[in-house]
C-alpha cells in the first residue's frame, strides 16, 4: 500500500486547510487510517484516526472540535478538514494505516507541510 498526502501550505491564523491522503497499490478497506504531524524540533504526535466503516472516529486533545477526518473508501481517500487553525498547529502532518488503531502503523505517506502563520 503507497499512501500519497497532499493539500499543505501556508495560512493565517483561523484558517482552514483540508489535507488528503490517497491510497493505491491495495485495498485499505479494512484498515484504520490515521494522521500524525511532527512539528519542528518535536516527536512526531498522532492528530485523528479512522476507522474503516468511516464512521469511528478518534481525535488527539490538541484538535478536538477543530479538525475533522473521514474517509472515501470507493476513492481509497481520506481527508483531514483543519479549521481555525493556530501557530502551533504548524507541522509536517502525515497519513498511515494499519489494521489496527494503536500498533505502530504500518503504511506512510510522505508528508505535507502546514504552515500556520500568526
Known amino acids: 500500500v503507497q499512501l500519497q498526502a497532499s493539500g499543505g501550505g501556508l495560512v493565517q491564523a483561523g484558517g482552514s486547510l483540508r489535507l488528503s491522503c490517497a491510497a493505491s497499490g491495495g485495498t485499505v478497506d479494512n484498515y484504520f487510517m490515521a494522521w500524525f504531524r511532527q512539528a519542528p524540533g518535536k516527536e512526531r504526535e498522532f492528530v485523528a484516526a479512522?476507522?474503516?466503516?468511516?464512521?469511528?472516529?478518534v481525535y488527539s486533545d490538541s484538535v478536538k472540535g477543530r479538525f475533522t477526518i473521514s474517509r472515501d473508501n470507493a476513492m481509497k481517500t481520506i481527508y483531514l478538514q483543519m479549521n481555525s487553525l493556530k501557530p502551533e498547529d504548524t507541522a509536517v502532518y502525515y497519513c498511515a494505516a494499519d489494521r489496527t488503531l494503536w500498533t505502530p502503523y504500518a503504511y506512510w505517506g510522505q508528508g505535507t507541510l502546514v504552515t500556520v502563520s500568526s
Open positions: 479512522i476507522k474503516w466503516d468511516g464512521v469511528s472516529t
